[in-house]
């Protein structure tokens, strides 16, 4: 009934850009917060970057200066745009969205099916 799907991501050297991009379709009535989380090997997942619905803005420290969270102009759509890239940024990123369905009441987390980063030389 509902999809996020994600593109982007692959192999870059460090110092390199990559964008994320992942959009959210099925029997939706309305979007909420949408963000990006990654988890490296071994460790817990992680904020990275969230973004509301009214276009506000938050960031992990660690990505602060060099990651840039961003929705599409149909509101479906966030992007995360990845800088000045470190090995330690290697990671399954993870999009997520607070959705309402046509038919039910409130917002739930829906996940995309994670991407692929890896930056190395």
């Known amino acids: 009934q509902v999809q996020l799907e994600e593109a982007g991501g692959g192999l870059v050297q460090p110092g390199g850009s990559l964008r994320l991009s992942c959009a959210a379709s099925?029997?939706?009535?309305?979007?909420?917060?949408m963000g990006w989380y990654r988890q490296q090997p071994g460790k817990q997942r992680e904020l990275v970057a969230v973004?509301?619905?009214?276009?506000?803005?938050n960031y992990a420290d660690s990505v602060k200066g060099r990651f840039a969270i961003s929705r599409g102009s149909a509101k479906n759509t966030v992007y995360l745009y990845m800088n000045s890239l470190k090995p330690e940024d290697t990671a399954v990123y993870y999009c997520?969205?607070?959705?309402?369905?046509?038919?039910?009441?409130?917002?739930?987390?829906?996940w995309g099916q994670g991407a692929q980063v890896t930056v190395s030389s």
């Open positions: 997520n969205a607070a959705l309402s369905l046509y038919g039910s009441t409130g917002y739930n987390n829906y």
């Open positions: 099925g029997i939706i009535f309305s979007i909420g917060d």
């Open positions: 973004i509301t619905s009214g276009g506000s803005t």
